[in-house]
């Protein structure tokens, strides 16, 4: 009986409790690592601060990408990441780009332009402690062309 009543507590104060949706603070990266046929896999990274007073996770979601208004394929978060509470925490996260069709030969045309807008648009999977919920995401940023070359 002890333990419906602690976690009636747990439930209810965690119900009630204010989320704040982590701010990006800047320190944008972005690291192509590998094209291998039509998947892509790189890193990207950022600053972001969790006001909220307990840490926050990201688990692995897929995304729509798309550059430039023209869908280019799914985007996979391949491993989770952790935000701390209240804290800033420079995340770092690896993804798996699977192209469709033409969309390997389109990037390496755009690598040769100024500026891109990359669109993801899809459900992130979020999570605290044991508790986990799926939020809408639709984010667009502007970046340089030259970010899609290879590093190899």
């Not at 970010?147 to 190899?152: D, F, G, T």
């Amino acid at each position: 009986m002890k333990y419906i009543v602690a976690i009636g507590i747990i439930v209810s104060l965690l119900s009630s409790c204010k989320f704040y949706e982590p701010e990006l603070r800047g320190g944008e990266s972005f690291q192509m690592k590998k094209m291998d046929g039509k998947e892509v896999l790189f890193t990207a990274g950022a600053k972001v601060y969790n006001g909220n007073w307990f840490g926050v996770k990201v688990k692995p979601s897929t995304l729509d990408l798309y550059i430039d208004g023209d869908y280019m394929g799914k985007v996979h978060l391949l491993k989770k990441v952790k935000m701390r509470a209240k804290k800033e925490t420079d995340l770092q996260a690896e993804f798996l780009a699977e192209l469709e069709g033409n969309a390997l030969v389109k990037s390496l045309g755009l690598a040769l332009k100024g500026d891109v807008d990359v669109r993801l648009k899809g459900k992130i999977k979020g999570g605290v402690f044991i508790f986990s919920k799926k939020i809408d995401f639709d984010e667009t940023r502007k970046m340089s062309g030259k970010n899609l070359r290879s590093k190899e």
